[in-house]
Protein backbone atom coordinates (compact mmCIF):
# COMPACT_ATOMS: atom_id res chain seq x y z
CA UNK A 1 0.00 0.00 0.00
CA UNK A 2 1.11 3.38 -1.06
CA UNK A 3 1.52 6.24 1.97
CA UNK A 4 2.83 9.82 2.65
CA UNK A 5 3.59 8.78 6.13
CA UNK A 6 7.42 9.27 5.46
CA UNK A 7 6.43 12.84 3.91
CA UNK A 8 3.91 14.03 6.67
CA UNK A 9 6.71 12.58 9.32
CA UNK A 10 9.55 14.54 7.75
CA UNK A 11 7.44 17.95 7.28
CA UNK A 12 7.20 18.09 11.42
CA UNK A 13 11.15 17.05 11.51
CA UNK A 14 10.02 13.78 13.62
CA UNK A 15 12.17 10.96 13.57
CA UNK A 16 10.46 7.47 13.14
CA UNK A 17 11.32 7.07 16.65
CA UNK A 18 9.09 10.03 17.63
CA UNK A 19 6.22 8.76 15.64
CA UNK A 20 6.73 5.49 17.05
CA UNK A 21 6.12 6.89 20.48
CA UNK A 22 3.16 9.21 19.30
CA UNK A 23 1.55 5.81 18.01
CA UNK A 24 2.40 3.82 20.89
CA UNK A 25 4.45 1.04 18.38
CA UNK A 26 7.43 0.63 17.56
CA UNK A 27 10.17 2.34 15.56
CA UNK A 28 10.39 -1.22 13.68
CA UNK A 29 7.12 -0.86 12.91
CA UNK A 30 6.95 2.48 11.39
CA UNK A 31 9.83 2.18 9.05
CA UNK A 32 7.85 -1.03 8.29
CA UNK A 33 4.90 1.27 6.82
CA UNK A 34 6.68 3.48 5.56
CA UNK A 35 8.80 1.15 3.06
CA UNK A 36 5.52 -0.70 2.38
CA UNK A 37 6.33 -3.93 4.11
CA UNK A 38 3.48 -3.65 6.60
CA UNK A 39 -0.08 -2.34 6.23
CA UNK A 40 -1.41 -1.15 9.57
CA UNK A 41 -4.45 -2.29 10.89
CA UNK A 42 -7.46 -0.13 10.56
CA UNK A 43 -7.19 1.22 14.01
CA UNK A 44 -3.56 1.99 13.81
CA UNK A 45 -4.55 4.16 10.28
CA UNK A 46 -7.15 5.90 12.37
CA UNK A 47 -4.56 6.88 14.89
CA UNK A 48 -2.06 7.84 12.23
CA UNK A 49 -4.72 9.85 10.53
CA UNK A 50 -5.79 11.77 13.43
CA UNK A 51 -2.32 12.58 15.04
CA UNK A 52 -1.45 14.64 11.06
CA UNK A 53 -5.02 15.45 11.12
CA UNK A 54 -5.84 14.33 7.84
CA UNK A 55 -8.04 11.43 6.45
CA UNK A 56 -7.11 8.27 5.94
CA UNK A 57 -7.46 8.49 2.42
CA UNK A 58 -5.00 11.49 1.82
CA UNK A 59 -2.35 9.38 3.53
CA UNK A 60 -2.43 5.89 2.69
CA UNK A 61 -3.45 4.55 -1.26
CA UNK A 62 -4.11 1.06 -2.22
CA UNK A 63 -2.08 0.19 -5.31
CA UNK A 64 -5.27 -0.74 -7.53
CA UNK A 65 -6.71 3.54 -6.84
CA UNK A 66 -3.08 5.14 -8.38
CA UNK A 67 -1.53 8.41 -7.00
CA UNK A 68 -1.94 9.60 -3.53
CA UNK A 69 -3.59 13.54 -3.47
Same mark, same amino acid.
Do not use: H, M, V, Y
Given at each position: MK?? #??VLRAE??? $???? #??ERLQVS?? $?VNA???GKYDPSLPLAFRIAELFD???EDIFASPSRGELK
Open positions: NR #LKRDW $SQGD #LARQ $SIETRAI
